[in-house]
């Protein structure tokens, strides 16, 4: 039986990822490379353009083994990996650096948003998903603390019997800047890499930004940086459940964040969904370069 993700739960409920559309033509001269698959369990995309086939094929294999590589640190869909043993035993020793580098910067979200977000979530989506009661779901909200989550270079520690960590709310950010440093050390200088979260590398290949489509909202022009996207509530039904109280807020305005690093916006636009305007400009504030997106931004 595959383990249940926050992903995989929302998929179950049948809540989608927040949808961006990269459009406007491109002249027909231009090659175009495209790979599409799965990562983290989410649908993932990366474009190459004006890029010769060998060298944008080439590329992308160099990403995609990246990926599995890091997937095989992140994901909880495959129980050996590094953050499945340390959910599964609570203690994972010699962890990954990349794990810690993730769960370090959680950590910093976490104390900066005052628990708004908290990698330590995981038993409260779990509860979610098999509609425990109001008890179990209680029960499972006082194994939420990410103070009990014990962060080192040579070991990772869940404090309390029955604690779990998901890092889906910033591990696919992660993801996507390190597909897109792979694949810039190519000397290829014009990227999109869409893995839920977007990463943009310059402008596209004919010079103009690429045209990002908001949920709910018209497309803007990105051209260099990260976008992520997040809405609390969908249809009545949870996207993101705030950690502090085990419910989800009453808005349903999606919150989009820019930042230099996708990690950073993925991880902000969680954290932001449940988080008030005072805290958030505090939270945005510890970031440098990152902000909410607002429809008539000058900077785009």
Same mark, same amino acid.
């Given at each position: ?70 997937? &095989?640190? %992140?994901? *909880?869909?495959?129980?050996?990996? !590094?953050? #499945? +043993?340390?959910?599964?035993? /609570? $203690? ?125 909202? &018209?497309? %803007?022009? *990105?051209?260099?940086?990260?976008? !992520?996207? #997040? +809405?609390?509530?969908?249809? /009545? $039904? ?63």
């Amino acid at each position: 039986m595959r383990p249940l993700t926050r992903r995989r739960i929302l998929r179950l409920l049948g809540l989608g990822s927040a949808a961006y559309v990269v459009g406007g033509p491109l002249p027909a001269s231009l090659p175009t490379t495209r790979w599409q698959g799965i990562a983290l369990g989410a649908p993932a995309r990366i474009d190459l353009l004006g890029v010769e086939p060998e060298r944008a094929h080439a590329a992308i294999a160099a990403a995609l083994d990246e990926l599995a590589r890091l997937e &095989a640190v %992140f994901s *909880l869909f495959d129980p050996t990996s !590094a953050l #499945s +043993r340390l959910d599964r035993e /609570g $203690r994972l020793d010699d962890p990954p650096p990349e794990l810690v580098e993730v769960l370090g910067l959680a950590c910093r979200l976490a104390a900066l948003s005052d628990g708004a977000f908290d990698p330590t979530i995981q038993p409260l989506w779990l509860a979610a998903a098999r509609d425990a009661t109001r008890q179990e779901r209680a029960a499972a909200r006082r194994l939420v603390d990410w103070r009990k989550l014990e962060v080192a270079p040579d070991a990772v520690v869940l404090l309390r019997p029955g604690m779990a960590v998901t890092l889906d709310g910033i591990a696919q950010g992660y993801l996507t800047d390190r597909l897109a440093e792979r694949i810039r050390a190519w000397g290829i200088e014009r990227v999109l890499v869409d893995l839920g979260e977007l990463k943009a590398l310059g402008p596209r290949p004919d010079g103009r930004p690429w045209r990002i489509g908001r949920e709910g909202g &018209a497309p %803007f022009p *990105l051209v260099e940086g990260a976008v !992520a996207t #997040s +809405r609390a509530v969908v249809g /009545g $039904r949870p996207r993101i459940l705030d950690p502090r109280t085990g419910e989800s807020p009453a808005s349903t305005e999606p919150v989009t964040v820019l930042a230099p690093e996708a990690v950073v916006a993925d991880g902000l636009s969680t954290a932001l969904a449940v988080t008030d305007p005072a805290g958030a400009a505090r939270l945005l504030a510890a970031f440098a370069g990152a902000r909410l997106f607002a429809p008539r931004d000058p900077a785009l």
